[in-house]
């Protein structure tokens, strides 16, 4: 197993280079690993140059998570951060993300800014 770039991703995701999504698709299939960068920038791509809503992606992270080729680094992090993503509406998944990893490491509250981040457990506003 390897790990993908962000453009595997997207290809594979949107199909919008027949030629570049069929490599993708060979290279997936042969085992794909997903780090927390390429899931962000993957995230960021499809809801920025894509104009993807919070449901398609939702759902795209959801397919990520239970694809039999890819192993999400992770995927009990990135489990819990869809779960507070899809539960609050006002937070975007990659604040659910940081959450979620600071979580893991121990290092709660994660300290913030952000009025809707801090109303989520684990997070203190400053």
């Known amino acids: 197993m390897l790990a993908v770039d962000t453009n595997v991703l997207i290809r594979l995701v949107m199909q ?3 030629k570049q999504y069929k490599k993708a698709l060979e290279v997936v299939v042969g085992g794909a690993w997903v780090s927390h960068v390429v899931l962000i920038e993957t995230f960021w791509v499809l809801k920025n140059l894509y104009e993807l809503k919070d ?3 939702k759902k795209i992270l959801r397919i990520f998570l ?3 080729h890819i192993t ?3 995927r009990a992090v990135v489990e819990l951060a869809l ?3 899809e539960e609050n509406s006002k937070v975007g998944f990659v604040d659910c ?3 979620a990893i600071a979580r893991q490491h121990k290092k709660s509250p994660l300290l913030t800014f952000d009025k809707a981040l801090s109303r989520l457990r684990d997070t203190k506003i400053l």
């Open 16 to 18: 919008d280079d027949l």
């Open 55 to 57: 449901a398609q992606l």
């Open 66 to 68: 239970m694809h039999e």
């Open 72 to 74: 999400l680094e992770d």
């Open 83 to 85: 779960l507070d993503f």
């Open 97 to 99: 993300l940081i959450l």
